[in-house]
C-alpha cells in the first residue's frame, strides 16, 4: 500500500534515475528496479540475502556543506559499525543532473524496517532497498 509522500513527484522521479555507485575493484552500478548479478556476487561474497543504500547527507532534501555532510556520514558509519553490519562505501549520484554526488554505503543483512529505521534516523527522504532478487526497491520514507 502506497502513501502519499511529502517528497515532490519531481524529486522522485531523479531518485528513480539516480546510479547508486558502489565502490569495490570494478564499480557496480545499481539502478531502481533493474536487476544486478554483480549485486548478487556481492550478496554470496558477504553471505547475505538483503541490502541496503543508505546516506547521512542532505537531510531531508536540503543542501548541507561538504563539512556537514562528513560528519553526518561518520555518524552513520558508527551506527553501522555499532550495529555489527558488513558495509561498502558508495556514492548516489544522478547522470546528468547538478545535484552533488552523495557518499553512501552498501549495508548487507538489513532488513527492510531495519533500513527504514536507519534512514529516519538520519532524515533521509528515501533509501535504496534490495532483497535476494537483487532489483534495487526506491523507499519513501516520508
Known sequence: MEFESLISPETIQAYRETEFRVFV????????????DDL????????SETCAFITACNPLGELFSAEQNSDLQKQLE?????RGLA????????PVG????EPSYLVFDLS???AKTLGRKFNQNAIVWCDLDAVPQLILLR
Do not use: M, N, Q
Open 87 to 94: 558495509y561498502i562505501a558508495g556514492e548516489g549520484k544522478h
Open 40 to 47: 548478487l556476487a556481492l550478496y554470496k561474497t558477504h553471505r
Open 25 to 36: 575493484s570494478d564499480v557496480v552500478v545499481l539502478k531502481i528496479s533493474e536487476k544486478s
Open 112 to 114: 527492510l524496517e531495519s
Open 78 to 82: 558508527e551506527e553501522i559499525k555499532f
Open 98 to 101: 547538478d545535484w552533488p554526488g
